[in-house]
């Protein structure tokens, strides 16, 4: 029996959401990209072109999280550095270790950064699941601190069980509440801050997070609550706001069929763009920056497109 192509098995995990979160997706890209180019023969030119057909199909299966394809670019980079085929694979193995310890890196220094910005006794509310949000929130414990947290459901996939599982574990005070409560938890109680993750910086600043995370900011704005958004260098990217796609998932995440009439379309945009000027900041590997500092500041580091060929 043939052995199961490492990339076919990584864009299943991603579409199907085994893999998902914008930087576990990233690594797992670099590692499938990594593992193709070690199977592959021929040429350089071959084995380069055929790293670039297999990092294509790897970046479309989860088009708005630009930490996949920044991974892509710095494996491809590495692998187009190199003359022998040998070479290459040796470079894509040690890019994809690199995109993984870099990424464990980044949330560790975003952790501890974050953490000055979560007050003592503060009520911070969340949305979704990033990885990230909930390191910092973890860290702010681990300083000492009484945090509580409200971590809004995010339907249609739930994200927020895990959340406020990760978050209980940490050892604070959780509560769950659907989407719609956003408002009205502003209202009522004294959040100090709410704190997402990211899936893509565009160049203007623009956060492009999960669905709701847009009317979140606004709300908070309102209510004049500041909004950090948790976000390392490999969630920026230089495509503009607009550019950046909006995936669209299987309508049967929101309704199973036959549960709405004939002819009613049901829509599952599952990620939208947050202006700047919602924002208080990023909180990046150097600090909270505001979205114009952070974007200068890593706008130069990212892979080069030129690597895609
Ligand atoms: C997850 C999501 C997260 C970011 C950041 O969406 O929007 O906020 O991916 O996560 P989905 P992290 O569940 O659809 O992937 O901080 O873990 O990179």
């Excluded at 193709?36 to 030119?45: F, I, M, Q």
């Excluded at 950064?113 to 699941?129: K, Q």
Aim: glycine letters at 8%.
């Amino acid at each position: 029996m043939p052995a199961p192509d490492p990339v076919q098995a990584t864009v299943t995990a991603i579409r199907s959401m085994q893999v998902r979160g914008a930087a576990a997706i990233g690594i797992a890209g670099a590692e499938a990209l990594a593992h193709h180019v070690t199977r592959s023969r021929g040429s350089p030119a071959q084995v380069l072109a055929g790293a670039r057909r297999a990092a294509r199909r790897l970046d479309a299966s989860r088009p708005t999280a630009v930490t996949l394809h920044n991974a892509l670019g710095w494996v491809l980079e590495a692998v187009a550095a190199e003359a022998t085929a040998a070479a290459m694979k040796d470079a894509a193995k040690a890019a994809a270790r690199r995109v993984a310890a870099e990424a464990e890196a980044s949330r560790a220094a975003i952790a501890r950064h974050g953490a000055r910005h979560v007050p003592d006794g503060a009520v911070v509310l969340t949305h979704c699941h990033s990885g990230t949000a909930v390191a910092v929130l973890a860290q702010a414990v681990a300083d000492g601190k009484t945090v509580e947290a409200i971590a809004t459901e995010t339907r249609p996939f739930r994200q927020g069980l895990r959340t406020v599982r990760e978050l209980r574990a940490a050892g604070l005070e959780v509560a769950l509440v659907v989407d719609a409560a956003v408002e009205h938890v502003l209202a009522t109680r004294d959040v100090d801050l709410v704190l997402v993750g990211a899936d893509t910086v565009a160049r203007d600043g623009t956060l492009v997070n999960k669905i709701g995370t847009a009317g979140v900011a606004a709300l908070a704005r309102l209510h004049e609550v500041p909004v950090h958004s948790a976000a390392g260098l490999a969630k920026f990217s230089k495509w503009s706001a607009d550019d950046v796609p909006i995936e669209e998932r299987p309508s049967a995440e929101v309704a199973a069929a036959g549960e709405v009439p004939r002819g009613v379309r049901v829509l599952n945009p599952v990620f939208d763009r947050t202006p700047p000027d919602r924002l208080d900041g990023y909180v990046t590997e150097a600090g909270l920056l505001s979205p114009a500092r952070a974007v200068r500041r890593n706008l130069p580091r990212l892979p080069a497109e030129e690597a895609w060929g």
